[in-house]
């Protein structure tokens, strides 16, 4: 009975500090698989090539800065490549000291690391092309470590400051600023190669197993104290408002996707 509620409890803890990474990972990735159909269906396999040529190299210097955080060793690198017969646009080839507990977990955050590149440039995008977004999104951030409990009252403070954002994005004002376009294009560019291949899932599942093994022995030594003390609640609030962002970006790229669709069968 205790190994079962140990064992519980170890995978409630895990899920506390990763779930919402996980979770919005595999979403981006339904996303995008449906939009990279309806660009193809589209304009063909060379699609890929005219996002691909943006969002490939950030991908991919996600994972290697990961890595080299890490204290990965890159072996090989490629940012850019047209796709191979199995689709790949670009990888990075790492290894590590296995006996290294820093170097195993790290392999969940290289893993996962094009979400939270993607983001950061987006973000750094709009500091500099749109600067009001910018300051609504940061807004939102310091807004969202405030809230003490997780309720639905939680949800409907998030989305409505969401939907703030989007109307500032979309404001009438900048669809007569250039800036925007090029800001619009570079975002969905990324957003269509943030999400996390088959390779990339494997690599963040042995660091997630290494997590829930670190966590299992702070249970079983009886330090989940120092688990519990960490303020679960506002890091998951701020965690999946910072990847929110992600999700609008791929959404609209989903839209643009089915519009490219309607406009292709004229």
């Not at 979403?27 to 063909?44: E, V």
């Not at 090539?49 to 990961?66: D, F, L, N, R, Y």
């Not at 309720?151 to 800036?179: P, R």
Request: proline share 2%; net charge positive; aromatic share 12%.
């Amino acid at each position: 009975m205790f190994i079962i509620e140990l064992l519980i409890r170890t995978c409630l803890e895990t899920l506390y500090l990763t779930g919402a990474i996980i979770l919005i990972g595999l979403l981006l990735g339904l996303i995008q698989n449906n939009a990279t159909q309806n660009f193809q269906r589209s304009f063909g396999r060379n699609a890929l090539m005219v996002t691909g040529i943006i969002g490939t190299p950030i991908h991919e210097m996600s994972h290697a800065g990961s890595a080299l955080l890490f204290g990965h060793k890159i072996n090989d690198i490629k940012l850019f490549q047209r796709p191979d017969e199995n689709g790949v646009m670009g990888y990075v080839n790492h290894s590590y000291n296995k006996n290294s507990l820093y170097q195993q977990i790290g392999n969940f955050f290289i893993g996962v690391a094009p979400i939270f590149g993607g983001i950061l440039v987006i973000i750094g995008l709009m500091r500099l092309l749109i600067p009001e977004a910018f300051a609504k999104f940061i807004t939102i951030m310091v807004e969202s470590v405030n809230f003490d409990t997780f309720s639905m009252a939680t949800i409907e403070g998030l989305a409505t400051s969401y939907l703030g954002l989007l109307k500032i994005i979309f404001s009438w004002s900048n669809f007569q600023n250039a800036y925007f376009y090029l800001f619009l294009f570079i975002a969905i560019c990324i957003s269509s190669h943030m999400s996390l291949s088959l390779a990339d899932i494997k690599g963040a599942s042995r660091g997630l197993l290494t997590i829930f093994l670190v966590v299992l022995v702070f249970n079983i030594l009886g330090l989940s104290q120092y688990i519990a003390t960490f303020n679960v609640i506002k890091y998951n609030v701020f965690i999946t408002g910072f990847l929110m962002i992600t999700v609008i970006f791929s959404v609209i790229t989903y839209l643009i996707s089915l519009l490219s669709v309607l406009i292709a069968r004229r």
